[in-house]
């Protein structure tokens, strides 16, 4: 066989054809194999979902994939823009509602400034305040850092997940990644290492921002993937933290605050045999009212559920609550 060249642009359909070919018949001596390119217009659900007869594996082929809407009778969404509840041991979406949809995070965006942070930090790191970190944008969730504060990674992170607060999420961008700018390019690289490549993020907290955007399906990949740290997950089932931190002259300042999730706080009751492990919220005008749960079923199955741009608060809980039932079916 004469091996020629072919041109980049030729479509997926194409690349995928001629990778089966070079497997089947040869070329030369040399072994071929398609690495995941986040550049690729397509996410993982796309290479999974399509109806080929013989077909590469994709790099999520372990995770729940699908690409149309699952309804259930049982669950009324209508005011949410999009829904999405995964069974994480049998990998199988149970409802899927708009799930390639690209809208406005909030502070889900903390999930992706998380597992950075918990990447390429330290859980003892010594953290200082600049002066970005005072936010003056009205309903800004906020901590109370000022500039020269200090406090340890594993402070702030507890100040950035249960609380939501913008002011820790800058700082934390600003020592990972020595600028915000810094930070919100790994943040973005990262995302596209796990898939998440119909995202993009422009800030590590979530404000309101051109260009800043996710789908409920790539909130799913970065979920799972931050569940996978210990911290992270310690850090959402918590109900209550207290800490001590200090401010430029080295003078103590308490660190206390609640969990903003309402079914972590008890302010609102889950399905009997549901266990909440936690989860993240987030609310701005522009994304309405979102969360991602991690749950357990009354067999210790777990779950993750997702839920994008609900009109209130009240009604956010109470679909999640309908999708969360589904568990014990």
Do not use: W
């Not at 969730?141 to 913008?166: F, W, Y």
């Not at 999420?169 to 995302?191: D, L, P, R, T």
Request: hydrophobic share 35%; glycine share 8%.
């Amino acid at each position: 066989m004469k091996c020629t060249s072919r041109k980049r642009k030729r479509s997926m359909a194409l690349g995928l054809s001629l990778l089966l070919l070079f497997s089947l018949t040869g070329c030369g001596s040399k072994g071929y194999s398609m690495e995941y390119d986040g550049e690729y217009a397509a996410s993982a659900f796309r290479f999974e979902s399509g109806d080929h007869g013989s077909r590469a594996d994709a790099f999520a082929k372990d995770l729940c994939v699908g690409n149309e809407d699952v309804s259930v009778n049982s669950v009324n969404t209508s005011e949410s823009e999009a829904a999405l509840l995964c069974d994480l041991n049998n990998g199988e979406i149970i409802y899927a509602k708009n799930i390639h949809e690209q809208l406005n995070p909030a502070s889900l965006t903390k999930v992706l400034t998380a597992i950075v942070a918990l990447k390429y930090g330290n859980l003892d790191d010594m953290l200082t305040a600049t002066a970005n970190v005072e936010i003056k944008e009205s309903g800004a969730s906020l901590v109370g850092i000022k500039e020269g504060d200090t406090m340890t990674l594993s402070q702030a992170l507890h100040a950035l997940l249960m609380p939501s607060g913008n002011d820790a999420a800058v700082m934390i961008a600003e020592h990972i990644g020595g600028s915000e700018e810094g930070f919100v390019e790994m943040m973005n690289e990262e995302a596209k290492a796990l898939g998440a490549t119909n995202s993009h993020f422009m800030n590590p907290h979530g404000l309101t921002a051109e260009n800043h955007y996710v789908t409920a399906y790539d909130m799913y990949l970065i979920f799972q993937e931050a569940i996978k740290y210990n911290e992270f997950v310690q850090i959402i089932t918590a109900t209550e933290y207290t800490s001590v931190y200090h401010d430029r002259a080295g003078d103590p300042k308490e660190l206390s605050f609640g969990n903003s999730n309402q079914f972590i706080n008890g302010n609102h009751e889950t399905p009997d045999g549901v266990v909440v492990v936690g989860g993240k919220t987030g609310t701005t005008n522009a994304a309405g009212n979102c969360l991602i749960l991690l749950s357990k079923d009354s067999k210790g199955n777990p779950y993750i559920s997702v839920i994008l741009k609900c009109s209130q608060r009240d009604y956010l809980y109470d679909t999640m609550y309908d999708l969360m039932d589904m568990e014990n079916n």
